[in-house]
């Protein structure tokens, strides 16, 4: 069939046409419905399907994320443990309460013992707290020679004790060099202030909330 042919059909009169330009036009008719039902109809099936296959894959990922923490398991409680074993040591080191005193004496021994003169040693009035330990600041003022200084500074570093040198500037004076500071010890709290700062600071986070 020519393209005249095709051009001289009278669109009022398709019951009348040949074979082939009906079929077209069925064709034709047939995929327009077809576009205008998945358009209305299967475009909520078509979004909800994009949806599943979303979250098909959040799940997969949430999978492998536990899958690789189920197989380093063993891992993770080994390595949990040796941090425990880290924490309790460092513990340890932290004097208790009554033990302050005598590592007070052991600071000023040190000093002493290399050959310094103490024209200052005074704790702090307070003590800083923190959740399960308490930090106490001593400034101190001690004169002498640089090496017995530095002497100084290494032996308490070494005390069994946890003890810090902070702030320090060395001025000459008169008698020679002196060296101020401030020092600070910890001691681990007892259950009753750790019992204290937790029930503080709740209330704290309850304040702030109401704010």
Excluded: C
């Excluded at 040190?110 to 600041?137: D, H, I, N, Q």
Aim: without cysteine; charged residues 25%; aromatic residues 8%.
């Amino acid at each position: 069939m020519s393209l005249d042919e095709l051009r001289g059909l009278n669109i009022r009169e398709v019951g009348n046409w040949p074979t082939l330009p009906k079929v077209l036009v069925l064709a034709v008719v047939f995929l327009v419905i077809v576009a205008l039902g998945a358009f209305f109809d299967w475009k909520d099936q078509y979004e909800a399907l994009q949806k599943a296959e979303a979250t098909e894959n959040t799940l997969k990922g949430e999978y492998q994320t536990k899958k690789a923490k189920a197989v380093n398991y063993d891992l993770y409680v080994a390595q949990l443990k040796d941090v425990e074993q880290s924490f309790g040591a460092l513990v340890k080191q932290l004097p208790n309460r009554s033990e302050i005193d005598a590592l007070l004496t052991d600071i000023n021994q040190a000093g002493l013992g290399r050959g310094l003169v103490f024209e200052l040693f005074k704790p702090a009035v307070s003590e800083k707290m923190a959740e399960f330990y308490a930090e106490l600041p001593i400034s101190i003022r001690i004169t002498g020679n640089y090496h017995d200084m530095g002497a100084f500074a290494s032996d308490v570093a070494q005390l069994p004790r946890i003890v810090t040198l902070n702030d320090l500037s060395i001025v000459n004076d008169k008698s020679g060099l002196a060296l101020e500071a401030v020092a600070k010890t910890f001691r681990y709290l007892d259950e009753e202030e750790v019992a204290k700062q937790r029930a503080a600071a709740r209330a704290k986070d309850k304040e702030k909330a109401k704010k």
